[in-house]
């Protein structure tokens, strides 16, 4: 029997397994919504694209799950673009369908027709533009395959409404060959009897561990590594929760605001431990003055990440948790007691600190960050928007589950946390989800609250108000003469009302005293989202700090006077 | 900077030659000639790029080219010993008076006279890029009216 292309879509996706979808309609996409309509996949309505993408990539970090996203053709897919891109840097998987204008207008300067598969290009791990109504199912399910093996990524298919339309048989293939496409998931034997070795003579080795880690599931075999080595561990922003920070062996965060006992620890290490991770800039600083006395072991899946930024002795391309698994059954613990023990040292002279405000009507947002933390214990799943507030919600949360810190990383998009914590919401219905937000970022997908209030989901937005762009107001305090050129934005909306005029719950704190009881209060809340309006101290600082492109020795500890 | 000469198999699929050549404009890489063209596989196409840059940020384009989907193989002839040839077509000014002399120059070259007016000739030449170089200085003192040259073509030697 022949169905129209829309229900062929339909039908894959009823293959893929897909629970929710996240998108937003239009002309040339009604068909597909037209079959979505009585389909057993839920979709959630999103009010501007980019929630929906965000929401979808929020969704796949938080259940592991690929991101499904449908938006119509010409200004639909264009604000998709910063959604894709974000999920590109970071890896996630998405597929993304597109609509497009029909093929005989393909070209034509159309009613809302852009080159999607044009723009999408260097943002996708692949994109498709459906030409033959004949290819859609083999297109669809390759999509879903390269989307969420390998290094994972986005992947956008454009849909021409011409082929939605158009009839064919529906037959979905059960395997995918793709000659160009055979990720290598088993590390080298050689490299890993290779690795062994340089981890036995190490005398002051550091784990450095990424979000590869946390994308192929391989946080138990991270533990049991660490376990089994006794060696220091340190996370990227991505790779947090993969092993537990409240373990004596984790240095959290490392990079440009990570701890000071990481970034020594890695910057006087003779062996460090690349998994998954890559050596991203605010990771590594300057680059040339990086690890001045190490050797480096990087397993990764994708071999372009290895030797791309510094260059390594041992690489092992593989999936982390094939390659981990290996390592177990044949690493030998280094003899490294001397050196664990100044790490640890360093662990507790130099914990992260900040300045307790000895005013009770003045708040600081690590205080708030820390009482999240502590209200929640620690079972809260995180959503962060972008800047100050990242980087908080970084160093004062503690994580000790993979996929319960949701923020975006290579790109750093603000207005990314709260559709995604409405994604990650929907994945993980057990848990509490907050968006820790700016007031800067809150603003730029505020529509999307709506979305978390007629889909009855409890979300906390943790707005920390300032009334500033803060890190870029830090940035401009330190290093550009204290001139906050457009960072002041205390022209605000009243986020109390603006919460409730959304229909959500809507409490301000201005007071140290309230923080708790604020809370607690938005916890006791389970049928619609709260939002927090934390007003806190104007001018505080992210710290540590390693100013771009300096090196640990440069350090910013703290204010200086 | 040195010049690579980088030799990809692809997919014979529309767009490929937007991915391949975006990971070079990407990094502000000028790309000095291309070839595509189709193989001895029914569905793989070659592409021949000629390049200059960076060791390293090439060694970073090749693994990028390795990642995308329709491609299935690239190498690096300028590592290797390959033959290469492209093709040129030169538009000389030529008075019937100093046609004889071109003509020997042409066949010194085994190059072939493709056309022939009263006041021109048209000649096309093939062989590597040092050849059709050295052939465009010699033929300049005539006038070259117009000249073009495809993308070099490579393909490895055969080991013993």
Known sequence: ?561 | MTRHIISVRVENKFGVLARVAGLFSARGYNIDSLAVSSTEHEGISVMTIVVKGDNRILEQVKKQLNKLIDVIKVSDHSEQKSIQRELALVKLNCPGNRRGEILQLCELFGAEVADIAPKSLTISLNGDGEKIDRFLELSAPYGIKESMRTGLVSILKDKE
């Open chain 1, 1 to 561: 029997m022949k169905i129209k292309g829309a229900q062929i879509i339909v039908e894959a996706l009823k293959e893929e397994k897909v629970e929710y979808m996240f998108g937003y309609p239009g002309g040339v996409v009604i068909p597909i919504f037209h079959e979505l309509y009585n389909s057993p996949i839920k979709f959630i309505l999103s009010r501007h694209e980019q929630g929906a993408i965000h929401a979808a990539d929020g969704y796949a970090r938080a259940s592991g799950k690929t991101g499904v996203v449908i938006a119509t053709s010409g200004p639909g897919a264009t604000n998709l673009i910063t959604g894709i891109a974000t999920a590109h840097l970071d890896s996630i998987p998405l597929v993304v369908f597109t609509g497009q204008v029909s093929r005989d207008m393909i070209g034509n300067d159309a009613f809302q027709e852009v080159d999607v598969t044009g723009i999408t290009r260097p943002i996708t791990k692949h994109n498709y533009l459906v030409q033959d109504i004949k290819d859609l199912a083999t297109v669809i399910k390759e999509a879903f395959y390269i989307a969420s093996t390998g290094r994972p990524g986005p992947v956008v298919i454009d849909v021409p409404v011409d082929i939605s339309n158009s009839l064919h048989r529906f037959e979905y293939p059960k395997e995918v060959s793709i000659r160009g496409y055979k990720p290598n998931y088993e590390g080298h034997p050689v490299q890993i009897k290779k690795a062994c070795q340089l981890i036995k003579e190490s005398k002051r080795p550091v784990i450095y561990s990424g979000g590869g880690v946390v994308l192929s599931d391989a946080s138990e075999e991270l533990r049991e590594f660490v376990k089994k080595t006794g060696i220091p561990i340190t996370t990227t922003l991505l790779g947090m929760g993969a092993y537990p920070e409240t373990e004596e062996l984790s240095l959290e965060m490392l990079g440009m605001h990570g701890t000071f006992y990481a970034n020594n620890a890695v910057n006087e290490s003779d062996l460090l431990i690349a998994i998954g991770a890559r050596f991203d800039d605010r990771v590594t600083g300057k680059i040339s003055e990086f690890i001045p006395h190490a050797k480096v072991i990087h397993i990764d899946i994708d071999p372009a990440s290895v030797s791309k930024n510094v260059m390594v002795d041992v690489p092992i391309v593989g999936d982390c948790k094939k390659v981990l698994r290996e390592l177990n059954s044949e690493v030998e613990a280094p003899e490294i007691s001397e050196w664990v023990s100044h790490v640890m040292t360093m662990k507790k002279e130099n914990p992260l600190s900040y300045e307790k405000s000895k005013n009770p009507d003045e708040i600081k947002p690590q205080y708030v960050v820390e009482e999240l933390y502590r209200q929640t214990e620690g079972k809260a799943v995180i959503a962060t928007e972008v800047g100050q507030n990242q980087m908080w919600a970084a160093q004062f949360y503690k994580y000790t589950e993979p996929r319960t810190f949701v923020s975006s990383g290579g790109l750093g998009t603000m207005g990314f946390g709260l559709p995604a914590a409405i994604g990650a919401q929907l994945a993980r219905p057990d848990r509490r989800v907050i968006d820790i937000a700016g007031d800067g970022s809150i603003q730029m997908n505020i529509q999307e609250l709506i979305v978390a209030v007629q889909n009855r989901l409890p979300i906390i937005v943790a707005i920390l108000n300032n009334g500033f762009l803060g890190m870029v107001r830090q940035w401009q305090q330190l290093f550009w003469e204290r001139r906050y050129a457009h960072t002041c934005i205390d022209c605000a909306p009243d986020f109390v009302k603006l919460a409730e005029a959304y229909g959500c719950a809507g409490i301000r704190v201005t007071k140290n005293d309230e923080v708790i009881p604020a809370i607690q209060k938005a916890l006791s809340i389970t049928d619609r989202p709260i939002v927090i309006d934390f007003v806190v101290a104007k001018e505080e600082n992210v710290y540590p700090m390693v100013p771009a492109g300096k090196t640990v020795k440069e350090t910013i500890m703290r204010e200086l006077a």
